[in-house]
């Protein structure tokens, strides 16, 4: 009777670990089931060290896309389909919506609204993405023309134009869209897709190339987004393999706190963000090391 006793304890106990890691799971990541990288596990243990050591915090929630664009195939996709405050990552919206018009006929590309461009992905200018919202008739107009057109950016939504403040909650997008946003213009799928290239080109800051190991020489489309609550990143890196051909990839990474949103700043602004930038540079390098070695490559 005892060793039955004792045997019903023991499964009890498995059991009860059973349920409580399958709930970890559950509230954890979100994942693609059709994608077997080991990458995609490799970014979400490392992302858990971080919230175990410190700087991300329980209320962080992260989302994750790396694809390929040589082989034509996504090697991460952790909670991609979660929409994020959008921040400063909306001006990439803002300007296919207004290339998309100049496409149409509808408005020109002027030399006034050159430098607005170059202002609003170049130093993020927030005066001059509210130009553009403007120029296309307001918010409204602006996300109907999205949705009406690119119905595959499924979680992107174009709803205010950016407060004096710099504090932009309202606007969404997720890593997704993001994520396919540079997979089309890659592939010069979006309407003077060349021209936007040269903006998302110019150099600016970003989390995912420099102050990382990620070499030198190689090329960066991208745009940041940071407001109290979300720091994000994505782009194109445009790497060389080992013989010397190019081997272009998406890198997407978005951190958000939505507590911090309306909340009381604990920690100063620049701390907050420095501490989440390192984050995202030191999962860019992990991505990018993996694909070069997929290529061949030492790293």
């Known amino acids: 009777m005892k060793a039955y006793l004792k045997n019903i304890f023991k499964l009890s106990v498995c059991c009860g670990l059973a349920v409580l890691l399958c709930g970890t799971t559950v509230v954890g990541s979100k994942y693609d089931p059709t994608i077997d990288s080991p990458l995609e596990q490799n970014i979400d243990d490392f992302v858990k060290q971080f919230r175990r050591k410190g700087p991300l915090a329980s209320t962080d929630r992260t989302s994750f896309v790396v694809y390929d664009l040589s082989r034509g195939i996504k090697l991460v996709s952790i909670n991609e389909d979660t929409p ?42 927030n005066s001059s993405t509210n130009y ?44 997704h869209d993001l994520n396919k946003f540079y997979v089309q213009l890659w592939r010069d799928n979006l309407p003077h897709s060349h021209k936007m290239k040269v903006y998302l080109g110019l150099p600016n800051g970003d989390y995912i190339y420099k102050k990382t190991r990620i070499p030198a020489s190689v090329k960066v489309y991208n745009k940041t987004g940071t407001v109290y609550g979300l720091i994000g990143d994505s782009g194109i890196i445009v790497m060389r393999d ?11 990474g978005l951190i958000e706190d939505r507590s911090k949103a309306y909340g009381r700043r604990r920690i100063s602004f620049g701390t907050w963000v420095s501490q989440r930038a390192n984050v995202l540079r030191r999962v860019s390098e992990k991505a990018y090391g993996y694909i070069y070695k997929s290529y061949g490559g030492r790293w």
């Open 132 to 175: 553009f919202i403007n120029l296309v008739g307001g918010p409204y107009k602006a996300n109907r023309i999205l949705k009406a057109n690119y119905p595959y950016f499924q979680q992107t939504k174009i709803v205010e134009r950016i407060p004096s403040n710099g504090r932009t909650y309202k606007n969404k997008t997720s890593a």
């Open 84 to 125: 994020r405050m959008a921040a400063s990552l909306i001006k990439n919206f803002v300007m296919l919506v207004y290339f998309h018009e100049v496409k149409q006929g509808r408005l020109a590309h002027t030399k006034r609204n050159r430098y607005h461009l170059e202002q609003m992905i170049k130093v993020s200018s």
């Open 242 to 252: 080992p013989q010397g051909k190019l081997r272009p990839y998406v890198f997407t």
